[in-house]
């Protein structure tokens, strides 16, 4: 006891010290928590993305009509344009797509480095223009670029430790990814902070207008997205919670953003790699 006492203040010490040179800065300057850097967010979400896409092709659960998957391409293609062209660290990401065919599922991600999906559910059920599906996937592409995959990673990684502490993590996540690269399968599963919603709102608007795509689109998928949430909801809206003055930010941001591109001029497409079925 008396050790322990003895050792407290030094304990304390290197757990501020953790804590200190675990913060980070985001884009917009708000101060970050990271116990995950984000190269090796990036790195991790590799792994649990490859794990995901496998599971998926297992249960051939990936669209495979061209139509289809050449809108994504081209959309996600445009709004990359300008994300590389801001973020320039994403220049080397891995750009990828996978389709998922899921029609009751209303979801869409992206993970850190640059590895998204969308499915079917969301885009069939909410009938989305081009327009809507670059407001989501800018918006997910924005919770990348700004680092929020490795802060989500840093809370189920302190989640992660409590659930084995416990007993409760299932054998099969064990055996399948281990560690951090678990973790980044499950932050897919973390709700967002409402503060970092207001970041990927702001930046996913203004990719999405560069990339030329309607700003308004940002307020009818939203207001879409609440009319589906009656009868348990979106998952979209589980993990993204809507900061209380959403859809009236949006309409203020929709208004400045047009100036960026009044004509909606379109920007080239950037290689996204399409995950589609083996
Ligand atoms: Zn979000």
Known sequence: MTMLKKLWPVLATIVAC??????ATSPTGRSQLMLVSPQSAIVESEKAY???VNQLQEKQQL?????R???IRTITGRLVSEAVKKYPSSKNWQWSVAVIDDPKTLN???MAGGRMAIYTGIIDQLQLSDDEIAQIMGHEIAHALANHSAERMSR??????????AGAATEQDQLTLAGA???????????NSRTAETEADRIGIELATLAGYDPQAAVSLWQKMGKASGGGGPEFLSTHPAPGNRAKTLGRLAQQMRALNPTQRKSPVHPVNMVSQR
């Not at 669209?63 to 139509?67: A, G, M």
């Open 18 to 23: 953790w804590l200190l040179s675990a913060c």
């Open 50 to 52: 490859i794990s995901t």
């Open 63 to 67: 669209v495979t009509d061209p139509k």
């Open 69 to 71: 998957l050449q809108r």
């Open 108 to 110: 869409a991600w992206c």
């Open 156 to 165: 189920a990684m302190v989640m992660q430790a409590g659930l084995l502490a």
């Open 181 to 191: 690269a678990l973790a980044a399968k499950l932050a897919l599963e973390l709700p």
